[in-house]
């Protein structure tokens, strides 16, 4: 089996920073494309952010020039900088992996959210 696990979050007044970090772990061949993803209360999970495994990146229009994402290839790992936060970027943050593992089985993994809360 195959672990996300995301870490990062926290509270923080409107304008500031945060870094999002998800380590993923287990029976990993390979990790394809890594995203992010975010669902605030009472709406539907939204996308954020994807990277593929050879660095190309792709930002929803609300994030761009706010948000990064980036990944680790040794390490397994995806990261979210997110900066000039806004009171509507509160929400709990998903990472995913489109994973292959070492029986060669291909599927998307979820980590289990950590929340972002932005005070106005």
């Known amino acids: 089996q195959v672990q996300l696990v995301e870490s990062g979050g926290g509270l923080v007044q409107a304008g500031g920073a945060l870094r999002l970090s998800c380590a993923a772990s287990?029976?990993?061949?390979?990790?394809?494309?890594m995203g992010w993803y975010r669902q605030a209360p009472g709406k539907q999970r939204e996308l954020v952010a994807t990277?593929?495994?050879?660095?190309?990146?792709n930002h929803v229009d609300s994030v761009k020039g706010r948000f990064t994402i980036s990944r680790d290839n040794a390490k397994k790992s995806v990261y979210l900088q997110m900066n000039s936060l806004k009171p509507e970027d509160t929400a709990v943050y998903y990472c995913n992996a489109d994973t292959t593992t070492t029986t060669l089985t291909r599927r998307i993994y979820w980590g289990q959210g950590t929340q972002v809360t932005v005070s106005s």
């Open positions: 287990g029976n990993i061949f390979k990790i394809n494309n």
């Open positions: 990277i593929t495994s050879g660095g190309s990146t």
